[in-house]
């Protein structure tokens, strides 16, 4: 699939107040300046379609893009930034927890992951939450440019088998760069068989 037409439609911190749930939905989050925004401007190719920022905590709000008039990808807040007050924090965090359980049209959550790192507590527990909650996610490492190929396979290997400790199969993932354009037509590819099977 390739995206032809990718608007922006509105921002929202209230779930019933984001639009009509009537096109199937896909929405992007991870930990701050994991390269959330980055990504759907990758994907959308559009260079400033989503802000991004070298400092973590740029996104704010649940942002709603119509993309080819078909459906809808949603630019999320990050969680676990320490630096950012508590209050708002969780203020975020609830504005993420209800849109996640009370947004109908959810057809999976990509959860983004810094391919750089080990695996993190907070990224853990929160991709264990989705499962009790019965979310239907996939896994996005990125950044994968910043490693070299033999860096990124031993990082892959030791993330699956820290998810092993909890999981008895691997959520299925993706690998990507924004800069490369790498892991681009797996995404969309994927996006586009549950949109044609929903
Ligand atoms: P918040 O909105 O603050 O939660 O962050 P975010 O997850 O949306 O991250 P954002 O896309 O704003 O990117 C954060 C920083 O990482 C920016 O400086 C980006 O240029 C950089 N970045 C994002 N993706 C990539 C990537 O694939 N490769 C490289 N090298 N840098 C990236
Ligand atoms: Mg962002």
Known sequence: MEIKEAQFLMSNTEVEKCP??????????GRSNVGK???INMLTNKKSLAKTSGKPGKTRL??????????YLVDLPG???????KAERMKWEKMLQ?????RENLYCLFVLIDSRHPAQQVDLEFMEWLGVSEIPFSIIFTKTDKLRPVE???????YEKKMFETWETMPGYFISSAETGAGK?????F????NKNQ
């Open 62 to 71: 649940l942002n709603h893009f119509l993309i080819n008039k078909e459906w």
């Open 152 to 158: 990124l396979e031993e990082n892959l290997k030791a």
């Open 79 to 85: 969680y676990g930034y320490a630096k950012v007050p």
């Open 37 to 39: 925004s980055s990504l």
């Open 20 to 29: 009509a749930p009537n096109k199937p939905e896909y929405a992007f989050i």
């Open 185 to 189: 037509d797996e995404i969309l590819a």
């Open 191 to 194: 996006i586009d068989d549950i």
């Open 98 to 102: 209800n849109y996640i359980l009370k």
